[in-house]
């Protein structure tokens, strides 16, 4: 449906913005009620501004194993938390070659290319790292840390949103400018609601944590119950196969022959066992938005969705809007993607079912057959540092590496690990239960902010 606003030309933005979209109905009465309740802008609240170092984003090949030093890339950067499942890392002298973009607790970290508005709070444990040039960051004044998290939820609810949404520049790759964040207009509440909201943020925070440290305690129980803690994980630069193993394994690449792949296969083999295919069988059950009844509506997931290791409803997106052609799962499925494996993008699916869930064509989409090894487990079992070893080297291609489904069903799941399934079940189900509280909390967390600004501008709220 068309919009209509006729703007004069001496209202116009003081760049002379004329992109429609600046100008829609309900920003500018937003505009309106947010100056009659004299918001100030974000850059008068005092606090330093740093913008990411310009064309500092790193290959894959620049990455390191494991190291002291972590790189904040831009899709680290989630609603109100950083992304913390797949860290990367970066060797020493690049560090400290970007020392000066290194954070500190409490920076508010903007997303300013890609996916575009999303504000994170910067952990107190965040340790050594540094960020890419796909954020910017709004340092807070020594005595404004606990704003700062009132600020993050400010940002990420409907309000901030909104002007986020109005903001980008740029046709082929949008982006935000670091001057219409400074712009962006804030209502500073009164202490009182700033430590309430700040609360919040802080427990939500806190089940989190709680829920990666039991996801962890659950890979901990596993391995322990495999008995294989003593393999060496570590890739070789050089090593020798014959031409008969090139042959049965109908690939040339080196690394599809790594030793220590070959070493944690040979390990899972000569334990009792069955192979994925026989607990979860592939389900290959596409489906194609051009053929989807007018107005329907789907729960559609992107591969990154996989990294919280569960997937669960979410805010659902009309089938018009999607333009390619998605895999289609249901609750009790496990989805994994086949690109990049080390990402751990791996989850169980809990969706409700009453709206159809759908997903990347690159996941792979295994169905526990109900009388064995449940989805639960089998997630864990996925994201183990041994089965990692296995898809790592099993991946094939350049621009975009992925493992081939045959090398992901014919990995043996050894009968220790139903032995020990009743007490992973459990500690995953606490990790989803922690992360539930979570959402509920930042979710009670955004209406606190936006029941404060409705207050002060007489009921505008998003």
């Not at 003081?14 to 979209?21: A, K, V």
């Not at 090139?246 to 792949?261: F, Q, S, T």
């Amino acid at each position: 449906m068309a919009v209509w606003s006729a703007v004069k030309l001496s209202k116009l933005a003081s760049d002379l913005r004329l992109d429609p979209e600046y100008y829609r109905p309900d920003l500018l009465a937003l505009d309106r009620a947010l100056e009659e309740a004299r918001a100030r802008p974000l850059e008068e609240l005092g606090g330093q501004f740093i913008v990411g170092p310009f064309g500092s984003d790193f290959n894959v090949e620049n990455y390191v194993e494991a190291s002291a030093y972590r790189y904040v890339r831009g899709k680290d950067v989630k609603p109100f938390f950083l992304q913390d499942d797949d860290n990367a890392y970066i060797p020493q002298h690049h560090f400290y070659k970007l020392a000066k973009y290194a954070l500190k607790p409490f920076d508010l970290l903007v997303s300013v290319v890609g996916t575009l508005g999303n504000c994170a709070i910067v952990p107190e444990t965040i340790g050594q790292a540094v960020f890419s040039c796909k954020s910017t960051v709004w340092r807070p004044p020594e005595q404004k840390r606990e704003f700062a998290l009132y600020l993050a939820a400010y940002l990420n609810s409907g309000i901030g949103q909104a002007y986020f949404q109005r903001m980008p520049r740029g046709h082929i790759q949008t982006g935000l400018n670091l001057g219409d964040i400074r712009s962006i207009p804030i209502i500073e509440p009164n202490s009182r609601d700033v430590s309430r909201i700040a609360a919040i943020v802080r427990q939500a925070q806190l089940q989190l944590t709680i829920a990666r440290q039991t996801i962890t305690a659950a890979e901990e129980r596993l391995m322990e119950a495999l008995g294989l803690d003593h393999l060496d994980l570590t890739p070789q630069k050089c090593y020798v196969r014959r031409f008969s193993d090139l042959h049965a394994g109908n690939r040339l690449g080196a690394e599809y022959y790594m030793p220590c792949k070959k070493r944690v296969l040979d390990a899972l083999t000569k334990l009792p066992h069955r192979i994925v295919a026989n607990h979860a069988p592939s389900i290959r059950e596409m489906w194609d938005p051009t053929r989807a009844s007018k107005g329907e509506m789907v729960l559609n997931f992107d591969i990154s969705d996989a990294l919280n290791s569960v997937l669960e409803d979410a805010e659902p997106q009309c089938a018009s809007e999607i333009g390619s052609i998605k895999k289609k799962f249901r609750a009790g499925d496990v989805v994994i993607s086949r690109l990049r494996s080390y990402l751990k993008e791996i989850a169980v699916v809990r969706t409700s079912d009453a709206i159809p869930a759908v997903g990347s064509s690159e996941f792979i989409v295994l169905r526990p057959l109900g009388d064995g090894l449940s989805a639960e487990t089998l997630m864990v079992f996925l994201r183990c540092p041994l089965v990692q070893t296995v898809l790592k080297w099993s991946q094939d291609g350049s621009n975009h590496p992925r493992f081939a489904e045959e090398d992901l069903l014919s990995i043996p799941v050894p009968d220790a690990v139903l032995r020990a399934q009743r007490k992973i079940d459990s500690l995953v189900y606490e990790a989803i239960d922690a992360r539930r509280e979570a959402t509920r909390l930042l979710e009670q967390a955004k209406r606190a902010v936006e029941d404060i600004i409705a207050g002060e501008t007489g009921g505008t709220r998003r």
